[in-house]
């Protein structure tokens, strides 16, 4: 056995919200809740999930897979999420010729840092 052999043990093994929300838990170092895990597939930002009939199942090969690629920091999981909704208004606006969503657009633009922002020259 390898030193990882403890992950490969079960690595597609099934888990409802509240056991992934748990198992994310772990590596974030807080609790997270199941209702902030379903928010992130909502927005396109979470872990894998499959739809089976009411009921979302994550697999913890998946869930592992997420943290791999974004670590355990929530805040950087919700990282553009504001860019992708004006990006998504912005195309509204355009195809319905409707200007009212432009302050809302402007607004959403300033709450994410601009992509060349680095936070480690910031003062």
Same mark, same amino acid.
């Given at each position: 056995?390898?030193?990882? *052999?403890?992950?490969?043990?079960?690595?597609?093994?099934? !888990?409802?919200?509240?056991? *992934?929300?748990? %198992?994310?838990?772990? /590596? =974030?170092? %807080?609790?997270?809740?199941?209702?902030?895990?379903?928010?992130?597939k909502y927005?396109?930002?979470? /872990?894998?999930?499959?739809?089976?009939? *009411?009921?979302?199942?994550?697999?913890k090969s998946?869930?592992?897979?997420f943290l791999?690629?974004?670590?355990?920091?929530?805040? =950087?999981? !919700?990282?553009?999420?504001?860019?992708?909704?004006?990006?998504?208004?912005?195309?509204? *606006? &355009?195809?319905?010729?409707?200007?009212?969503?432009?302050?809302?657009?402007?607004?959403?633009?300033?709450?994410? /840092?601009?992509?060349?922002?680095? /936070?480690?020259? &910031?003062?």
């Amino acid at each position: 056995m390898g030193p990882d *052999a403890t992950d490969d043990i079960a690595p597609d093994m099934e !888990m409802t919200s509240r056991e *992934a929300a748990a %198992y994310l838990s772990g /590596p =974030v170092g %807080y609790s997270i809740s199941t209702k902030f895990l379903r928010g992130l597939k909502y927005v396109a930002r979470g /872990p894998a999930v499959e739809k089976r009939g *009411a009921r979302l199942v994550y697999r913890k090969s998946a869930l592992d897979a997420f943290l791999r690629e974004y670590g355990s920091d929530p805040n =950087v999981w !919700m990282e553009g999420i504001w860019r992708d909704v004006a990006d998504q208004l912005r195309g509204i *606006a &355009a195809a319905t010729g409707d200007d009212g969503f432009d302050q809302l657009i402007e607004t959403l633009d300033k709450r994410d /840092p601009p992509d060349d922002w680095d /936070p480690d020259l &910031a003062k």
